[in-house]
């Protein structure tokens, strides 16, 4: 037996694919399409989801057996919006020009459904150790979905990886762009954001004819 | 042997294989098939979507060919080497050789492009999904030439037809099952994605973009542009042409939408044929004059001053309108489109009259999208099962109560 059983492998690799928060639930989406212009600002953002999603689950399982139920929703807001401040805080204190680009959108992931829903769905019933595994796993999906586009987004729209120029430089003419190549302006705006999300759950679906539903 | 009965054969021969919809495809592109059946009773008609495609394709041709000699002669007008034509449509300075050369050899590639990548993305998917090839690209393919610019880069067309092709018409189930007017989807992606070759003043006239590179390279050569009408109406500038240039298409501006008189000639042998609905093209027709017409009310009550930087549009009568831009090509030729129009007759005139409406309306309030036509229908096809929705609901509603009125 190495670190994780098969059970809690599991809990890990299975929101990667077969039930990836986006792909699969749909949830999360607002961020998706809102940050992943830049593949810089998707992979911070996946970081940053699965530092409170990670750290959430594991507080919210520790209290699930002294949260009275009828106020759960609020102690979880509570949880969530002390670790995206701090999240927030870091950012702002060692990357400042990043924390510009998400500007609000640091603090949107209070609302998103994906961190409420496995409070709701996992953490409020599971130990602390499972809960960890499974918040940090959901915001690999996550994570994956918007790096996957964030790639695509960047690469085709501005014509650069990480700030890399890797297809040549549009203003000096050089790389691709000597021979008339152009980046393509679709790709920055927040629609073409929604029609990569919808081809990667073309692609899933069509690999895995399980996932298509009537 | 001739060609019918040669596919005939290779029809035979991939029968039952993997790629029998691509040969069952060019087998029945121009001919009838010759098998018939054998039993029961069947009703034969006509007029079926590859006759009702052939039919749309020769209403276009006509602008296909003006867009050719439009193409040359703006270039020869641009460069100075021709004297403006004044007056006639029969122009001996249009009509030369010279000029249909220059557009022939600048729009049969774009031509080629987009039948060439479209029906390669149709036979791909009808091989994949084990269907028969679909008609719907015939039409599509001979509108995106049509509706882009005649500098537009060839590259640029092909991405933007497979986007459209795939995106616009295969995910949602292939032709008939599309929501939005895949050449419009085509044209609104190169819009956003390539904004420099979709507006401005270099991309209408053949060569213009090409002139600048070269004079920035150092060549000792003057600058050639050429702006369309509403282009400069945005800008406030003065339009150099009359209104008789307009109507005729002696003009700058995509490459089949100019000429208002062929498309109108394209338009009523539509009608005349029954394939395109009159009145979605009467009623885009009247909500574009309404929306003009209050824009010139406004204008004439004085609320709108000449420093306004809406002036210039709003101020531009209202039967104007219906002949600068693509107006007159989107009404005829893609407002009409059966599968993303309204399909009650009720809802027609709705949706046309909506089309018209919204284009005055993008036009002269946004005049970064000066052509507010593709974006209305765009809008419109979107609500048009809702329009159909409700004018059904009513009709219900309508007959409910009539049934009551006579059981009570």
């Known amino acids: ?214 | 042997m001739n060609l019918k009965t040669r596919l005939h054969i290779l029809k035979r021969k991939y029968r039952g294989s993997k790629w029998a919809p691509a040969f069952n495809a060019l087998h029945t592109f121009l001919y009838l098939p010759d098998e018939t059946t054998h039993n029961g009773t069947h009703i034969k008609v006509a007029d079926d979507l590859k006759r009702t495609m052939n039919t749309v394709i020769m209403a276009m041709v006509p602008c296909l060919i003006f867009g050719m000699f439009n193409a040359g002669y703006q270039h020869n007008l641009a460069v100075g080497d021709i004297q403006a034509v004044a007056g006639s449509f029969f122009s001996s300075e249009f009509w030369t050789l010279d000029n249909f050369l220059i557009g022939f050899w600048k729009i049969i590639p774009l031509v080629i492009v987009s039948y060439g990548v479209g029906l390669g993305i149709e036979f791909l998917f009808a091989i994949i999904k084990k269907h028969e090839v679909e008609e719907g690209y015939l039409v599509t393919g001979m509108l995106v030439p049509l509706i882009v610019p005649v500098d537009i880069p060839l590259w640029m067309l092909a991405v933007a037809v497979a986007f459209g092709v795939v995106i616009g018409k295969e995910v949602f189930g292939g032709t008939g099952m599309n929501i939005l007017n895949p050449a419009l989807t085509i044209r609104a992606f190169l819009f956003f994605a390539y904004p420099t070759w979709m507006s401005g003043d270099k991309v209408w006239v053949e060569g213009a973009v090409e002139r600048t590179n070269e004079i920035a390279a150092g060549a000792n050569l003057d600058a050639i542009s050429g702006e369309t009408i509403l282009g400069s109406l945005a800008q406030g500038k003065e339009v150099a042409f009359s209104t008789w240039d307009m109507f005729m298409g002696f003009i700058p501006g995509s490459v089949g939408e100019t000429s208002t008189l062929l498309i109108l000639l394209g338009g009523l042998f539509l009608i005349f044929a029954k394939i395109g609905s009159w009145r979605i093209m009467l009623s885009s027709v009247l909500g574009a004059s309404v929306m003009g017409l209050i824009f010139n009310q406004i204008v004439d009550a004085g609320v709108i001053t000449e420093t306004s930087k809406f002036y210039s549009l709003m101020s531009t009568p209202f039967w104007e309108h219906l002949i600068i831009g693509g107006f007159a090509f989107g009404t005829v030729f893609m407002a009409t489109d059966p599968v993303t129009a309204s399909q009650t007759n009720k809802g027609k005139w709705y949706y046309g009259f909506l089309i018209g409406f919204i284009s005055i309306l993008i036009r002269v309030f946004n005049p970064a999208y000066p052509e507010g036509v593709m974006l209305a229908i765009l809008l419109m096809n979107v609500f048009a099962p809702t329009i159909d929705y409700y004018v059904i609901q009513g009709n219900v509603k309508k007959r409910l109560k009539r049934l009551k009125v006579k059981t009570a």
């Open chain 1, 1 to 214: 037996m190495g670190l994780l059983s098969k059970k809690d492998t599991k809990l890990i690799t299975d929101p990667l694919a077969d039930n990836n928060p986006i792909t699969i639930q749909v949830l999360g989406i607002c961020s998706a399409l809102a940050i992943t212009a830049q593949l810089k600002a998707s992979i911070v953002m996946a970081v940053s989801v699965m530092a409170v999603l990670g750290i959430g689950n594991v507080v919210i399982s520790l209290m699930r057996n002294i949260i009275p139920s009828k106020i759960r929703i609020i102690v979880q807001l509570v949880v969530v919006a002390a670790l995206v401040i701090i999240v927030d805080q870091v950012l702002k204190a060692y990357s400042y020009e990043l924390s510009k680009t998400l500007s609000v959108f640091v603090g949107l992931i209070i609302t998103n459904c994906i961190i409420m829903g496995r409070f709701e769905a996992f953490a409020l019933a599971n130990g602390p150790w499972r809960s960890f595994l499974d918040g940090i796993g959901n915001a690999a999906g996550y994570g994956l979905i918007l790096v996957i586009v964030g790639f695509f987004r960047e690469l085709l729209g501005s014509g650069t990886l990480l700030g890399f120029k890797v297809l040549g430089d549009p203003i000096e003419k050089t790389g691709l762009y000597a021979i008339g190549y152009e980046n393509n302006g679709f790709m920055l705006l927040s629609p073409m954001a929604l029609i990569v999300v919808g081809i990667i759950i073309w692609v899933q679906r069509s690999r895995n004819k399980a996932l298509i539903e009537d």
